[in-house]
C-alpha cells in the first residue's frame, strides 16, 4: 500500500455565515480575505506538506483550482517545484505528486509537460504525474474553454504531452486546439516511465481509458464514499474485467478527508466544526450547474445522472451537513486512532484500494491540529496500512522506480478499443 | 388578423452536409417562396410563429448539428463557426432553396447575421429575432449557459407566469420523456454553447457591414439575456435595416409576444 499525504491550501477565515451570503467558493470576493489571512493559510499550507514529507508518507500530493477559495493554488506545479528541491535537499525519498494538473482547460498544454519534467528532474525522479480532465466551473468559467470543448481539449492535451515526454527528437505537433512547428522539450523527464495518474468521479469512459491506457485511476471520497464507493469501484473493477485487466490494487487511488484524535469524542469536538467549514463553504458550496455545465458531460451521461443522481451521494446536502452527516456518509473519517484505521483497512480491503491520499488539513483548521493530525495518523495508522497487498502478487507499476515501483509504459490504444470510450 | 395560425402538416428532409459527416435534419412546411429558420440555443421547437410563417412560405427548419433526437454527437464533425456557416451554406444549395427569405432567433439571429454576412447573395431579406453575436460593455449578454435552470425563465421572458411563456417551459408529465427533454435541452445549449461560449461574440461585428439585403431586427424592449441597447447595435451595423422594439417583451417576441411580433415581420416582409 502506498500511502501519500494530500492537502490544499483553503483560505481559513471566511466568515461564518459564508455559505447563506454566498453561492459559490467560485466566487468568492477577495474583499472577505486579509493579508495575514491568506499569507498563514498559505505559509501552513506548505509547512504542514513539509511536515508530511518528513514524516513517512510514500508521498506528498497538491492539486490546482483556479480562483477559489477552497484552494488557493492555481498552478499545483509551483507546489510541487518548492517541495522537489526541499525534499531532495534534505534526502527524503518522498514521492511529489501534483495529482490534478488540469488538461481540459490547459492552452498551453506543452508548458505542462515541461512543468512535470522540470519536477521530475528537481526531485531526482520522484515525480508522479497526476493529469485531470478539470472540473467544470474552472475549465470553462473560469478559464473560457466552452464545456464542450473541455473532454477533447484533454484528450489531445494529453496526447501531446506523452509524445513530448517520450520524443527524443524533434517533432512537430499539428492538432486542433494547439499546433507547435517544434517540439523539443528540455529536459526531459528523468524516469523512463512517468507513472501517470488520472483524477475523475465516476464516468466509466474515463475509467475505461485509464484501464486501456496504464494509468493509475483516483476517487475522491468528498461525495461520501460510504455512499457512493460501491457503486464507483465496483464499476472500476468490473470494467477491468470487461477490458480484460488484471485487478491489481495499485492501478486504484482513493482520497479520504482524515480526522484523528486521541478518542472519538474529542476527534469530534476539536475538528467538528473545521469540517463542517470545509464543506459547506468548499465543495458543498459549488452549485451543481457549475459542475457540470451543459455540454462539459455527455448527453448520455447527463440522462443517466438525471435518472439515478448516487454517485453524487451527499452532494445535494452538504450546504448544511454536519458533522456527523459528513461522518456517516463517508465523507470522513473521524476518530481515534483505531477507530480511523479499522475503517481504512477495511474499505481499502473492501475495494481493492492499492494507494491511499490522506487529506489531513480541511477547511479552517488552525496550524496545531493539522500538525497534530499529521502526526497520529503517521504514528498510528500509517504503519497499520503500509502491508497491505504485500501478501498479494501484484506489482506497483504506477509508482517512481526510485521509490519501488515498476511503472510500465503507457498503452497507445487502437482506435477499435477507444471507440467504446468515447 | 388571427392571433393563433392552423398547425400545418409538417414532413422532415434528411440533408448531407460537410462531405458526408453530418446529417441535418430539417423540419419543411408551407407553400411558396422559401424561408430558411434558424433555431435559438435550446433546439428547435415548431411553434404558432413557425405555423404562421407556413401560411405563406416554405418554411425550412433545419436541427442544428447535435440538436437532433437520436444523433447528438454530430456536433463533434463541426469545429468553428466559420465551418458552421459553410455547412448551412451548403444545407441551403442542397435544399436547392434560392433566395430564400432567412429568419433566426437569438443563437440562430447570430447564425442568420454570420450566414447573410458571409454569403450576402445567400437571401432575399432577413429577420433577427433579439440575436446574439454581439457585445456590448455597457450591457453584457447574460450567460444563460451558466445560469442555473430555475433562474432561465426570467431570463427568458419579461412574464414567466403568462400562458405563453409557461406553455414553452412546460414538461413532458412521463419521467422518461422529462429525462429525455431536460438532457436535450442542456446539449442543446452545449452543442450551440460551443459556438458562443463564453462570450457570444465572435467577431460578428466586423462582418455586418456586408449584408446587402433588406433587414427587420426585432427585439424585447425587456429583453433581460440581451439588452434592447443590441437592437440599435445591430441596425446601426446593417445599411438601411429595419427596428422593431415589442413592448412588455422579453428575449423570445415570437412567444411571449405573437401578434405584434407577426405583425411586424409581416409588414417588414410585406
Known amino acids: 500500500m502506498k500511502v501519500t499525504m494530500f492537502a490544499q491550501a483553503p483560505y481559513r477565515y471566511l466568515p461564518d455565515d459564508f455559505e447563506t451570503d454566498h453561492e459559490s467558493v467560485c466566487s468568492v470576493p477577495y474583499s472577505l480575505t486579509t493579508r495575514e489571512g491568506v499569507y498563514s493559510s498559505m505559509r501552513d499550507f506548505m509547512d504542514e506538506l513539509m511536515l508530511g514529507a518528513r514524516s513517512g508518507f510514500d508521498a506528498v500530493a497538491v492539486t490546482e483550482h483556479g480562483q477559489s477559495s477552497y484552494d488557493m493554488v492555481p498552478n499545483p506545479d509551483l507546489v510541487a517545484g518548492a517541495l522537489a528541491y526541499m525534499t531532495e535537499a534534505e534526502g527524503l525519498d518522498v514521492g511529489i505528486y501534483p495529482m490534478g494538473r488540469s488538461l481540459g482547460k490547459s492552452r498551453e498544454p506543452l508548458r505542462v509537460a515541461e512543468e512535470y519534467a522540470m519536477i521530475d528532474v528537481m526531485s531526482g525522479g520522484r515525480l508522479v504525474p497526476g493529469l485531470v480532465v478539470g472540473l467544470s466551473y474552472d475549465a470553462s468559467i473560469n478559464n473560457g474553454v466552452p464545456p464542450m470543448e473541455v473532454r477533447r481539449r484533454f484528450d489531445e492535451n494529453l496526447e501531446l504531452v506523452l509524445r513530448a515526454w517520450r520524443e527524443q527528437t524533434p517533432f512537430a505537433f499539428n492538432g486542433r486546439f494547439s499546433q507547435y512547428p517544434m517540439v523539443n522539450m528540455w529536459p526531459r523527464p528523468l524516469q523512463q516511465n512517468l507513472p501517470v495518474w488520472i483524477t475523475g468521479i465516476g464516468n466509466p469512459a474515463t475509467m475505461q481509458m485509464c484501464l486501456l491506457r496504464g494509468f493509475g485511476f483516483n476517487y475522491l471520497s468528498w461525495f461520501g464514499a460510504k455512499l457512493t464507493g460501491q457503486r464507483i469501484f465496483d464499476r472500476f473493477w468490473e470494467i477491468a474485467d470487461q477490458v480484460g485487466v488484471p485487478r491489481n490494487p495499485y492501478r486504484l487511488g482513493f482520497l479520504q478527508t482524515i480526522a484523528i484524535s486521541e478518542t472519538d469524542e474529542r476527534a469530534e469536538q476539536e475538528y467538528g466544526a473545521h469540517l463542517e467549514y470545509a464543506f459547506r463553504k468548499g465543495l458543498g458550496s459549488i452549485p451543481m450547474e457549475k459542475l457540470a455545465l451543459p455540454g462539459n458531460i455527455d448527453i448520455r451521461g447527463v440522462q443517466a445522472i438525471l435518472k439515478d443522481p448516487g454517485d453524487f451521494g451527499l452532494y445535494s446536502q452538504m450546504k448544511t451537513a454536519t458533522y456527523r452527516d459528513l461522518v456517516e456518509a463517508g465523507v470522513v473519517i473521524a476518530g481515534s486512532p483505531a477507530t480511523v484505521r479499522d475503517q481504512l483497512v477495511d474499505f481499502c480491503r473492501s475495494y481493492g484500494i492499492g494507494n491511499l491520499h490522506a487529506m489531513l488539513g480541511f477547511g479552517s483548521l488552525p496550524r496545531h491540529l493539522v500538525m497534530k493530525n499529521i502526526q497520529l495518523f503517521s504514528e498510528e495508522v500509517l504503519p497499520h496500512l503500509r502491508d497491505l497487498w504485500t501478501d498479494t502478487e501484484h506489482q506497483h507499476h504506477w509508482w517512481p522506480e526510485r521509490l519501488g515501483g515498476s511503472p510500465a509504459d503507457v498503452h497507445v490504444p487502437t482506435s477499435d478499443e477507444m471507440a467504446g470510450a468515447r | ?270
Open chain 2, 1 to 270: 388578423m388571427s392571433t393563433q395560425a392552423t398547425e400545418p402538416t409538417i414532413t422532415e428532409e434528411i440533408i448531407s452536409v460537410w462531405n458526408g459527416k453530418i446529417t441535418m435534419r430539417v423540419k419543411v412546411a408551407g407553400a411558396g417562396t422559401p424561408l430558411l429558420y434558424l433555431h435559438p440555443a435550446a433546439g428547435l421547437a415548431w411553434d404558432p410563429f413557425l405555423s404562421h410563417l407556413a401560411e405563406r412560405y416554405t418554411v425550412y427548419a433545419p436541427e442544428f448539428p447535435g440538436t437532433s433526437v437520436g444523433d447528438p454527437h454530430a456536433i463533434h464533425n463541426i469545429d468553428d463557426l466559420g465551418d458552421v456557416v459553410l455547412a448551412y451554406e451548403e444545407l441551403v444549395r442542397k435544399l436547392g432553396l434560392t433566395k430564400p427569405v432567412v429568419v433566426g432567433q437569438s443563437f440562430g439571429g447570430m447564425l442568420a447575421a454570420e450566414l447573410a454576412s458571409t454569403f450576402p447573395d445567400l437571401p432575399s431579406a432577413l429577420v433577427l429575432l433579439d440575436p446574439i453575436g454581439l457585445w456590448l460593455e455597457d450591457h453584457p449578454p447574460a450567460n444563460w449557459i451558466i445560469t442555473p435552470p430555475d433562474k432561465l425563465p426570467a431570463l427568458l421572458f419579461h412574464d414567466p407566469s403568462s400562458a405563453a411563456a409557461q406553455a414553452m417551459l412546460a414538461m413532458p408529465e412521463d419521467p422518461d420523456q422529462q429525462i429525455a427533454a431536460i438532457a436535450g435541452m442542456v446539449w442543446a445549449f452545449g452543442c450551440t454553447g460551443k459556438f458562443a461560449f463564453p462570450i457570444p461574440d465572435r467577431g460578428l461585428r466586423k462582418r455586418l457591414h456586408r449584408i446587402s439585403v433588406r433587414t427587420l431586427v426585432v427585439w424585447g424592449r425587456d429583453d433581460r439575456l440581451v439588452n434592447v441597447a443590441y437592437a440599435d447595435a445591430f441596425a446601426n451595423a446593417v445599411a438601411g435595416s429595419k427596428v422593431a422594439i415589442i413592448d412588455d417583451c422579453g428575449h423570445i417576441p415570437q412567444v411571449e409576444k405573437y401578434a405584434d411580433t407577426v405583425t411586424a415581420v409581416d409588414e417588414f416582409l410585406g
